[in-house]
């Protein structure tokens, strides 16, 4: 696996946007590299479910009280493998475990929000030694739903379509000069200086 993909991704955009196809699209080379484990966190039970029964898939959770179940596992399955790595080591030799949240917003609309962020924004801090990384969707792109200390440590910032320059500036740090039409979108990886504009059925190659 290469050292970009072993980071987090943020996938944000509006319906229509192409967002859920760039996240299938994500699940599925992840599927085909043979060597990935994946997570699936399915509130609105449609877009994974189709993978749920899949060798790949460790965890499957598309009701409230097993996402958070799945959620707190993932967390300490993080915690037990960074405690777990050699000394004079720098990461663990486990699978790449890949939690893939379709969508952001109904974790942060729950009662239980404060413990989502706390356990998100450990994942995206701490995740890559445990080789546990993020790949979130979310359809709105605000501080409420995608607070900073999760925005911050994700790597791979995906932004397609949005309703405003506000949301662009607030995911990549400024707004383009035109906005994406739909099939588009700005990247930002560890890798590049700048947000890309990249074709939607691209983005897997520009992040990888």
């Not at 987090?8 to 967002?19: R, Y």
């Not at 993080?78 to 777990?84: K, T």
């Not at 979310?138 to 995608?146: E, K, L």
């Amino acid at each position: 696996m290469n050292n970009t993909m072993s980071y987090s991704t943020l996938l944000a955009g509006v319906t229509g946007s192409g967002k859920s196809f760039a996240a299938d699209k994500i699940i599925q080379h992840l599927i085909h590299e043979g060597n990935a484990q994946l997570v699936l966190i399915d509130p609105k039970k449609v877009e994974q479910r189709e993978y749920r029964l899949n060798p790949a898939t460790l965890w499957y959770a598309d009701d409230e009280d097993k996402i958070y179940e799945t959620f707190c596992k993932v967390h300490d399955l993080m915690l037990s493998r960074l405690d777990a790595i050699p000394e004079g080591e720098k990461v663990s030799s486990e699978p790449h475990t890949f939690v893939c949240v379709d969508e952001m917003a109904f974790l942060m609309q729950s009662s239980k929000k404060r413990d989502y962020v706390k356990m998100i924004g450990d994942i995206a801090i701490m995740g890559r030694a445990a080789h546990i990384h993020l790949v979130l969707c979310t359809q709105v792109c605000t501080q409420d739903v995608i607070p900073a200390v999760i925005r911050d440590n994700v790597a791979n910032i995906v932004c397609l379509r949005q309703r405003d320059a506000g949301k662009y500036r607030y995911l990549l740090g400024s707004a383009p000069g035109r906005l994406p039409l739909i099939g588009y979108a700005y990247v930002l990886t560890p890798n590049m200086d700048r947000p890309e504009k990249v074709k939607t059925e691209d983005i897997w190659n520009v992040i990888q």
